[in-house]
C-alpha cells in the first residue's frame, strides 16, 4: 500500500515539475502600454513598469502616443490594437468614454491604502471615473516673480484680482475660457460647489466676465504652456497662471518664480483600457499594480505630479537625480491642496460649444489687454 502511495506522490511531483519546467519556458505575456515620452514616460517605467514586471513574470512594451484620440478611435473601429492601456489627460479619456472608445472600470479591484482603506475613500475627489483611473494631479496655478515684490507677497486668488495692491500685467491663457472662468467666479466668491451650476446661466458666464473686466487692462495673453515662465523672467508681467510643472522647472533651474496654491484647478493623468482590446484581465491587473500606493509614491518621487491617492503622499521620498524632497511641489501635498478646485471635465465637454463663443467675443473685443 505504501508504495503505491509513494508511487503516486512521486507522480505528481513529476507532473507539477514538469508543468512548471513548460511554465517558465514560456515567453512571458506583453502588455502594451500607450504613454507620454520624456520624463513622464521614463518616471513611469521606473516607478510602474519595471516594478511590474520584476514582480509579474511579464513585458511591459511602451508604445508613445501625443495625446488626441485618433489612434484609439482606429483601433477601436479596426478591431486591430497596438495599445492594452493608454495613459489619457482626462479631458480625453472623457470625451473617449462619451463616445465608447474605452471599457467600463469597476473601482473595486483597485488595491486598499496601505492602512486597508478601500480605494474609493482614499483617491482625491474625480479620480475615479466610469472609464479611466486616476493615477497622478497635475494643475495649472498662479505664479509671481518673488523678486519684483515686497512684504506682504502675493498668496492668494484674491491677490491676482487685486491690480491695487499688486499692480502690474497679468498673464492669462486666450486658448480657451476652461481655467479662467472658473478663476473669476471663484475669486468673486461663488462656493467651489456652485461654480458649474453658477456657468450653466447667462447670468453666472455673464458674471465671471465681469470679474475679468476688472483686470481687462492688465491682461497679457499666452498661447502655450511654455509662455508664462519666459513672460515672467523677461518682466513683461508680474502674475500669471501657469502648470505647477513648469512651475517646479523653473525652480530647478533658479528662477525666482514662486507658486500661489490658493485655488489650485487641477486635473488628472489617467489609465484606460481600449474598447475591446485583447488581454484585458492583464491590464486590470496592471492598472490595480500601478495605482497602488507604493508606486504612485515612486512616481512622484520623479516628476512634480500629485499622487491620485492619499496614502501614496507619506511614501513619497526625494527625487532620485535631483536629490531634492518632491513634497513641496507635489498638488496634493496636504499643505498646497486646501482650496484645490477640481476641473469638471465632464462639464466642459458638454458645454464647451456653448462657452467657445462667447469666450472668444469677450477676447476680442479692441483695446482689452497688453501684447507680449
Not at 497596438?82 to 488595491?111: H, M, Q, R, T, Y
Not at 499643505?335 to 484645490?340: G, I, L
Amino acid at each position: 500500500m505504501n508504495w503505491r502511495v509513494f508511487m503516486l506522490a512521486g507522480l505528481v511531483i513529476f507532473l507539477s515539475a514538469a508543468a512548471l519546467l513548460w511554465w517558465m519556458s514560456q515567453p512571458p505575456p506583453v502588455l502594451n502600454v500607450a504613454t507620454w515620452a520624456g520624463p513622464y514616460g521614463r518616471a513611469q517605467a521606473n516607478a510602474m513598469f519595471r516594478p511590474y514586471m520584476e514582480t509579474h513574470r511579464a513585458t511591459v512594451r511602451i508604445a508613445d502616443h501625443d495625446g488626441g484620440l485618433g489612434a484609439l478611435k482606429r483601433q477601436v473601429e479596426s478591431g486591430h490594437y497596438a495599445w492594452n492601456v493608454v495613459d489619457l489627460e482626462l479631458p480625453d479619456a472623457v470625451a473617449a468614454c462619451d463616445s465608447g472608445l474605452l471599457e467600463k472600470f469597476d473601482p473595486a479591484i483597485l488595491a486598499e491604502s496601505p492602512q486597508g482603506k478601500p480605494a474609493k475613500e482614499d483617491f482625491v475627489p474625480g479620480a475615479i471615473g466610469p472609464c479611466w483611473i486616476g493615477s497622478i494631479v497635475y494643475s495649472q496655478i498662479i505664479a509671481y516673480r518673488a523678486d519684483r515684490f515686497g512684504e506682504p507677497k502675493p498668496a492668494t486668488l484674491a491677490d491676482f484680482f487685486d491690480t491695487a495692491r499688486f499692480p502690474g500685467p497679468r498673464g492669462l491663457s486666450r486658448r480657451a475660457a476652461k481655467f479662467n472662468l472658473e478663476l473669476a467666479l471663484l475669486a468673486d466668491g461663488v462656493a467651489p460647489d456652485a461654480v458649474y451650476r453658477t456657468l450653466q446661466t447667462p447670468q453666472g458666464v455673464a458674471r465671471a466676465f465681469a470679474k475679468l473686466d476688472k483686470i481687462r487692462g492688465a491682461i497679457v495673453w499666452w498661447d502655450s504652456p511654455a509662455e508664462p515662465r519666459n513672460l515672467l523672467q523677461s518682466g513683461q508681467v508680474r502674475m500669471t497662471t501657469m502648470l505647477n510643472g513648469t512651475v517646479f522647472d523653473a525652480a530647478m533651474a533658479g528662477d525666482q518664480i514662486a507658486p500661489i496654491w490658493d485655488r489650485q484647478l487641477y486635473e488628472f493623468d489617467v489609465f484606460a483600457i481600449p474598447k475591446g482590446s485583447p488581454r484585458q484581465a492583464m491590464a486590470k491587473d496592471f492598472i490595480r499594480f500601478a495605482t497602488g500606493a507604493p508606486q504612485l509614491a515612486r512616481m512622484a518621487a520623479w516628476v512634480p505630479y500629485g499622487p491620485a491617492r492619499r496614502s501614496a503622499l507619506p511614501l513619497v521620498g526625494e527625487n532620485p537625480d535631483l536629490k531634492i524632497a518632491m513634497r513641496p511641489y507635489l498638488p496634493t501635498a496636504p499643505e498646497n491642496f486646501k482650496t484645490a478646485f477640481r476641473i469638471d471635465d465632464a462639464w466642459w465637454h458638454a458645454n464647451a460649444a456653448r462657452i467657445a463663443p462667447l469666450w472668444q467675443a469677450w477676447c476680442d473685443k479692441e483695446d482689452t489687454a497688453h501684447k507680449p
